[in-house]
């Protein structure tokens, strides 16, 4: 949940959440007030606290997007994989889900590309 008090911006995350869970929500939602997104509903508390919530599906998929590339940028994901590392082993280094791992690296490519490296220097 994102607050907001003024120019205080505040982010709860669930506690009861994965470790990675929690960091791909703080992502999420930072990438929520980079991108200016205006909420499609706000709420007010009874003491005067805006309750930010339901984005568009676009500004969701724009957070999304930029989430994933916060947190586990292509460059780096190019570098971990030609030294070999797994998913599980870059997800663990970088504090993600395996999903989160699995699905950025089909965004960007990366092993694709690497895979058309190694095919073109035989």
């Known amino acids: 949940m994102t607050l907001r008090e003024g120019d205080l911006v505040g982010i709860v995350l ?3 959440h ?3 869970r929690q960091a791909s929500t703080l992502s999420h939602e930072i990438a929520h007030y980079v991108l200016k997104h205006v909420p499609a509903h706000v709420d007010v508390s009874p003491t005067g606290l ?3 919530s339901e984005y568009s599906d676009e500004a969701e ?3 999304d997007w930029l989430a994933a590339a916060l947190l586990l940028p292509r460059a780096a994901l190019m570098l971990k994989r030609r030294d070999g590392k797994s998913v599980r082993e870059i997800a663990t280094e970088f504090g993600t ?4 791992c699995e699905w950025r690296l089909r965004m960007t490519g990366v092993d694709v590309q690497l895979k058309r490296a190694s095919h073109s220097a035989r």
């Open 50 to 52: 805006l309750l930010l």
């Open 18 to 20: 994965s470790r990675a």
């Open 14 to 16: 669930n506690t009861s």
């Open 61 to 63: 998929s724009e957070a």
């Open 97 to 100: 889900s395996e999903q989160l």
